[in-house]
């Protein structure tokens, strides 16, 4: 069964950087559409971005400019770039399969997340 775990998260000034990274384990990671989501306290979960196998990409209006989507099929890994953060962008990040048309599609068992907090 696939596995992800997410890390890269911590504290971040506003206007600062951060990368996360989501390595899955199994087989078949290069078949999915990959994705990053975000839950911030109080919110309803919103997928932030997703990529496919072969690069084409997706991005939530409110992300668009800031944050660059990545993967590496050979270590089955995806990442999240994330420049300019605002303090709105403060939540746990997960990864998970996705659609490049923005919609959730939540195929595999959800990791631990990633918390990330940036300070305004």
């Known amino acids: 069964q696939e596995q992800l775990v997410e890390s890269g998260g911590g504290l971040v000034q506003a206007g600062g950087s951060l990368r996360l990274s989501c390595a899955a384990s199994?087989?078949?990671?290069?078949?999915?559409?990959m994705g990053w989501y975000r839950q911030a306290p109080g919110k309803e979960r919103e997928f932030v971005a997703a990529i496919n196998y072969s690069g084409s990409t997706y991005y939530t209006d409110s992300v668009k400019g800031r944050f660059t989507i990545s993967r590496d099929n050979a270590k089955n890994t995806v990442y999240l770039q994330k420049n300019s953060l605002k303090h709105e962008d403060t939540a746990i990040y997960y990864c998970n399969t996705g659609g490049l048309n923005g919609r959730e599609i939540v195929a595999l068992p959800w990791g631990q997340g990633t918390q990330v907090t940036v300070s305004s």
């Open positions: 199994g087989r078949i990671f290069s078949s999915y559409i």
